[in-house]
């Protein structure tokens, strides 16, 4: 409906296991982003790229990894979670980073428990 | 101080009511500022954005007052649908051009019959 995909858009993992989360963009937007949005607290920004390259880690652990491998997708790589991580978490884009009235559109997130 | 600074509610209302939702940032530098509209456990969806004093659209008016770094958001003739949660988002630099937005905690309205 808005043009950002994500999938699963429900996943239930241990703390052992390997998972990707995949995000997918249909606007021709430059910029896309990951979030984390925990229960009582705003969303987190975690990463975002810009043209396919990184240009924001916000000191997230290094049991998230990200990969862009093109303007349209962007994967959240997860291993050996905590159960604090279990989250929601979104993925956005937005035409670009340039100047400061650039919205961003989310996708219906992944909800993520870790057991 | 709080970057995005919302009162989380409740804000129970009866449907027709006015109801209006506060925020202040901290930012003095912010360029812009939107309100998103979050259903429960789903994504937030773009409702206004603000980018001068205020805009208005159909039942909704959003005030931008910077001197004093606040927004609010005013919902007139309120639905039953309007229930769901108000996100305060500002839009702040951060660095070699590029900008990234800040999101309040939310104000949850619960719109009764």
């Known amino acids: 409906e808005t043009g950002v995909t994500q999938t699963p858009r429900h996943l239930v993992m241990g703390m052992t296991n390997k998972k990707s989360l995949k995000c997918e963009q249909h606007?021709?937007?430059?910029?896309m982003y990951w979030y984390k949005q925990s229960a009582k607290k705003p969303l987190e920004l975690m990463f975002v790229?810009?043209?396919?390259?990184?240009?924001e880690n916000n000191s997230v652990p290094s049991r998230f990894s990200p990969e862009c491998p093109n303007s349209s997708h962007l994967f959240l790589h997860l291993h050996t979670l905590q159960p604090e991580d279990s989250a929601l978490y979104l993925c956005?884009?937005?035409?670009?980073?340039?100047?400061?009235?650039?919205?961003?559109?989310f996708g219906p997130g992944t909800r993520l428990t870790v057991l | 101080r709080k970057e995005v600074e919302q009162d989380p509610g409740p804000f129970n209302v009866p449907e027709g009511a006015t109801v209006a939702f506060n925020c202040t940032y901290s930012?003095?530098?912010?360029?812009?500022f939107f309100w998103y509209r979050q259903d429960c456990r789903k994504e937030p969806k773009l409702l206004m954005s603000v980018y001068s004093s205020g805009n208005e659209d159909g039942r909704f008016t959003a005030q931008l007052n910077r001197a004093s770094q606040y927004i609010s958001l005013l919902i007139r003739d309120s639905k039953l649908s309007d229930s769901a949660t108000y996100l305060c988002?500002?839009?702040?630099?951060?660095?070699?051009?590029?900008?990234?937005?800040?999101f309040g905690k939310g104000t949850k309205l619960s719109v009764i019959p």
């Open positions: 988002v500002v839009n702040g630099y951060s660095g070699a051009g590029s900008y990234q937005l800040t």
């Open positions: 606007l021709g937007h430059n910029a």
């Open positions: 956005a884009s937005s035409q670009d980073m340039q100047g400061g009235y650039n919205e961003q559109f």
């Open positions: 790229y810009s043209l396919e390259e990184r240009v």
């Open positions: 930012n003095s530098a912010s360029q812009s």
